[in-house]
């Protein structure tokens, strides 16, 4: 199974002028989050006290405790970039067979109310994103950048667009950014 080694991805960034010296030169630390539960609280305190000493970069994987686990409100995290959609595998048994499950029930029971296979798989991505988004605005006075950098969030302008004004690349984003998502190029 193919799993991008945050650890490898540091240490080759760590090498001469490449992205992670400056990322380190400018926030002052840069972090991976730990694969060990035992490590987990030690990171984490490592990381509030790197923030309160003047910032810290903090690379996270989704469905992770970092991603999904851990209130980074206020000062704590004031931007959160989520790279690609994690579709969970396709391929797994259990993912099939949820797919295969709904498909049936919609099919020969009726049950429109249930999502199709195809859409409850995509909604499983979406909530990890959800809640890697939700790790830097915690409440309503709370603030902070959200950054997502895949093109299956982009808007072409030739989409569908819903009652709501919601095009079809960001119905599946949490409601509370639908209508602030704008597009950027390079």
């Given at each position: 199974?193919?799993?991008?080694?945050?650890?490898?991805?540091?240490?080759?960034?760590?090498?001469?002028?490449?992205?992670?010296?400056?990322?380190?030169?400018?926030?002052?630390?840069?972090?991976?989050?730990?694969?060990?539960?035992?490590?987990?609280?030690?990171?984490?305190?490592?990381?509030?006290?790197?923030?309160?000493?003047?910032?810290?970069?903090?690379?996270?994987?989704?469905?992770?405790?970092?991603?999904?686990?851990?209130?980074?409100?206020?000062?704590?995290?004031?931007?959160?970039?989520?790279?690609?959609?994690?579709?969970?595998?396709?391929?797994?048994?259990?993912?099939?067979?949820k797919r295969?499950?709904?498909n049936e029930?919609?099919?020969?029971?009726?049950?429109?109310?249930?999502?199709?296979?195809?859409?409850?798989?995509?909604?499983?991505?979406?909530?990890?994103?959800?809640?890697?988004?939700?790790?830097?605005?915690?409440?309503?006075?709370?603030?902070?950048?959200?950054?997502?950098?895949?093109?299956?969030?982009?808007?072409?302008?030739?989409?569908?667009?819903?009652?709501?004004?919601?095009?079809?690349?960001?119905?599946?984003?949490?409601?509370?950014?639908?209508?602030?998502?704008?597009n950027l190029?390079?």
């Amino acid at each position: 199974q193919w799993e991008w080694n945050l650890g490898g991805a540091k240490s080759s960034w760590a090498e001469g002028g490449s992205v992670g010296s400056r990322l380190e030169q400018i926030k002052g630390k840069v972090m991976v989050e730990p694969r060990e539960q035992q490590q987990f609280e030690e990171a984490k305190a490592e990381y509030v006290d790197a923030v309160k000493r003047g910032g810290c970069v903090l690379f996270a994987v989704y469905r992770g405790k970092m991603s999904e686990g851990v209130s980074f409100n206020d000062d704590n995290a004031r931007c959160v970039i989520c790279v690609g959609v994690p579709l969970p595998n396709s391929f797994s048994r259990s993912i099939k067979s949820k797919r295969c499950y709904n498909n049936e029930q919609r099919q020969y029971r009726g049950r429109m109310t249930l999502l199709t296979g195809a859409d409850w798989y995509t909604q499983q991505a979406y909530r990890a994103i959800a809640q890697a988004l939700g790790r830097c605005i915690r409440h309503g006075s709370d603030y902070g950048a959200v950054i997502l950098m895949d093109l299956r969030h982009c808007d072409s302008g030739d989409q569908e667009v819903s009652r709501e004004g919601v095009s079809r690349c960001h119905k599946s984003l949490p409601k509370w950014m639908r209508g602030a998502v704008r597009n950027l190029s390079a």
